[in-house]
């Protein structure tokens, strides 16, 4: 039996340290041999060899090469004695030649040993390169793999056509919630065999991270055999699969992106198939969806408008600006509603229907329409110093509505701002107000208990809203545009009349929105509607134009 690595280096050792005792015995020899020597010298003579041996022993342990010392000095020894003698003792001989034994058996262990060694180390590497390509839990390819595979099939395309499917399981992590990593990582086993089993011998298939795989089609001839490989394997991935008891079905979104030769990067074709797999998954899961370019440059431009929101927010692009609310008795300004502008570096001032609806998908109105507050209730804190009763209103999110900390953060700006709280008016739309009733007639309350008031704004546009509207503390109503524009007909006159009529039953104080000429106006006063706004009035502007409207105003001229 081959002694094990373990073994040989013990054997080595033991080996070491005889030839070291060896070669002080033969260093010693020609004294011991002597025979005018008593007893007592020769039993001090081998204490002191051995006492010798354990220190050079002990000392090799630090540095190695001291255990070599006592054989080179014992051969020059027995080289010169050789030379100066005419006759060896046969002592002498038999030590000098256990010390060259002791020596060649070192070499060969040595040797042996040097050859384990290698054999381990190449055994060593080649698991290390094995699992620098593969996954571990699956046993097939890794994204290292997967990349160099792909990288030389595009490569060796030709005319040929080259498609990468991202598979990726649907709802993975509520099974590893519900029955653990155990039955989770048997899952992924089982998709891989299951992925496998639908590729060609030439195909390779790797997973890329987490519940990810990604298969490498070479050298396709017709591109809809990638559709065929994808729907099989979602079809084979969904059959049912029992793993410790449970009855799992793995369903799984695909992802496709082909390209013919070799002028395509991986890089490219992965991103593409990615793509096509967040279409596919957008589209309800289950799917698999190739790669299109039209979608890929709409989610493009979305990720550029994302990140132009947000160095917008940091770089301070947007501007609050203000449309007068007029009293129709004289048509004077006694308040503005709060409006922002995006102040674009490229595209110049923006209105909010070209970026609010992205805002609010992207989660950042609640930070927007905190600055506008802020913004706007220390603007108006100054032109209330110049004009006693003046009022603001500031607009309403869905998000701000839903934020836990929207009342703290109003009255945080009303303390910092020096605002009165019953000249700041809230603006929400009936659509806004009535996604949740009861919340929303909770944070409205709150809101209303610092001091605020509160406008439902496009009323009248909300069907339901009529029979809720008590439940709401609500204190202005807006009047949607829509009515003010439809008061040339007769039926229009009769709706906004109706609408006022509203507004007095539930003793709201109305405001018309869009009056767009002087008739509108007159009309609106005729139906006793005491506020309104619009471009018949004034457009949106900016803080330093609203103040030199109302200093005009002031003065004595006319809006």
Request: hydrophobic letters at 50%.
């Amino acid at each position: 039996m081959v002694p094990t690595g373990k073994a040989l280096t013990r054997i080595r050792r033991v080996v070491d340290d005889a030839m070291v005792f060896a070669s002080l015995v033969l260093l010693a020899w020609p004294a011991l041999a002597r025979d005018d020597l008593g007893a007592l010298f020769v039993t001090a003579a081998a204490v002191a060899v051995a006492v010798l041996g354990v220190a050079i022993i002990a000392l090799a342990m630090r540095k190695p090469l001291v255990r070599y010392a006592p054989p080179v000095a014992a051969a020059v020894m027995a080289t010169l004695f050789t030379y100066g003698h005419d006759t060896i003792s046969v002592g002498m001989v038999r030590a000098t030649i256990g010390v060259g034994a002791i020596v060649l058996l070192r070499q060969l262990l040595g040797a042996h040993t040097n050859a384990v060694l290698v054999r381990d180390l190449t055994r060593q590497s080649a698991i290390l390169a094995s699992q620098a390509y593969r996954d571990p839990l699956t046993e097939v390819g890794n994204r290292r793999m997967f990349i160099e595979h792909a990288s030389d099939a595009l490569a060796r395309a030709g005319d040929t056509i080259t498609s990468v499917v991202l598979v990726d399981l649907d709802g993975f992590k509520d099974i590893n919630d519900a029955y653990g990593n155990a039955v989770g990582d048997e899952m992924l086993r089982a998709a891989a065999e299951r992925i496998n089993a639908n590729v060609r011998s030439n195909d390779a298939v790797s997973r890329l991270g987490s519940d990810e795989f990604a298969v490498l089609l070479p050298r396709l001839a017709d591109d809809l055999l990638a559709d065929g490989v994808a729907n099989r394997i979602l079809r084979d991935l969904a059959q049912p699969l029992e793993v410790d008891g449970h009855l799992l079905t793995i369903r799984a979104s695909a992802g496709i992106a082909l390209t013919r030769g070799s002028e395509t990067a991986v890089d490219e074709v992965m991103r593409e198939a990615d793509q096509a797999l967040y279409q596919a998954k957008a589209e309800g899961r289950g799917v698999a969806r190739r790669f299109d370019p039209a979608q890929f440059a709409k989610a493009e431009q979305r990720r550029r408008d994302e990140a132009e929101v947000l160095r917008a927010l940091d770089n301070h692009e947007f501007e609050v600006y203000y449309q007068p609310i007029v009293d129709l008795d004289g048509e004077h300004t006694v308040g503005v509603e709060a409006l922002v502008r995006w102040r674009h570096p490229e595209r110049g001032v923006l209105p909010p229907g070209a970026f609010l609806d992205l805002a609010e998908s992207m989660g950042v109105v609640p930070r927007l329409g905190g600055w506008v507050l802020e913004q706007a209730c220390q603007q108006a804190a100054e032109w209330q110093r110049q004009i006693p009763g003046f009022e603001l209103n500031v607009n309403l999110s869905a998000s701000q509505l839903g934020n836990p900390e929207l009342v703290d953060e109003v009255r945080g700006v009303l303390e910092r701002t020096g605002m009165t709280p019953s000249l700041l008016v809230l603006e929400l739309t009936e659509s806004v107000a009535l996604t949740d009733l009861v919340e929303s007639a909770r944070v409205l309350g709150a809101l209303k208990n610092l001091g605020v008031r509160i406008a439902l704004d496009d009323f009248g546009t909300g069907f339901s809203s009529l029979s809720h509207l008590a439940a709401l503390p609500v204190d202005v109503v807006k009047i949607d545009r829509s009515f003010v524009q439809a008061m040339a007909e007769t039926a229009g006159a009769s709706v906004a009349e109706a609408v006022l009529q509203i507004a007095r039953t539930f003793d709201l104080a109305p405001v018309a929105e869009g009056v767009e000429d002087a008739s509108q106006a007159a009309r609106l006063r005729e139906l006793e509607c005491a506020q309104a706004q619009g471009y018949h009035f004034a457009r949106p502007m900016p803080a330093e134009d609203m103040t030199a409207l109302l200093q005009r105003q002031s003065a004595g001229l006319s809006l």
